[in-house]
């Protein structure tokens, strides 16, 4: 029942900080026959974590003031609460290995801010390395809400590529860019993202007092492969 080395390293380097509070185990079976794969014994271990840390991905800065539920059951853990990414609230996110002989880790999260502070969040993430000329130049204000869908495989040789993916939700936030002199205000509408670029629906907007809607693709998302990014206005 041996874990990959990656998915060891992983549960040694992930808790960072925090309190472990109520902490109980059950322990039902023969230890020889651990994880009880076969349903022959139960293995649980629960807590309570406050104000913890964690560092879930070594190039994303770490989830702060962590308030959850850890659960060690059987051949997995899982860990469900809330806490705050670099500024921005995270108001439910569940994170965990279902298996530890299969090591993928899952994470799902949502969250609420205002869209400068997300920006800057993003500014401090890979995707920096991708799009760090459009982050750089882009300001943006107002209220914004996000999910965020991770699968990422620990195995030791030769992992599958991680499968990230979410949805961003302008609900009346400014944006403006930089390099091309161009500002909206009144931005409303849904991006889907993911590992390797991003997509709007036709987004509602107000550039130069007038009504409009803005189209906005990157990467993956756009229409035209050999194009970078993409956008129009009408």
Known sequence: HKMPKAAVDWLN????GGQVRGGRAIVSGDLDDWPFVKQNGRFEATARIDGGQFQFQ????ALQQVEADVAFIGNGF????????AGV????????IEDFGRAELAIVAKAESDAGQMLALLRQSPLHKS???TLDNLQA???VSATFDLLQPLHAK????KKLAGIVDLKGTQLADKRWNLAFTGVRGKARYDEG???SEPLQVVHQGQPGVLGLRAGSGTRDRGQVFEADLT
Do not use: E, H, M
Not at 89 to 96: D, V
């Open 13 to 16: 380097a992930a808790p960072v």
């Open 58 to 61: 070594r190039d994303w800065p």
């Open 78 to 85: 899982s860990l469900q609460g809330r806490g705050a990414l």
């Open 89 to 96: 609230t995270i108001p439910a996110f569940q994170a965990g």
């Open 131 to 133: 799009y760090g000329d």
């Open 141 to 143: 204000k107002g209220p």
């Open 158 to 161: 030769s992992p599958p590529p």
């Open 197 to 199: 670029g991003f997509a």
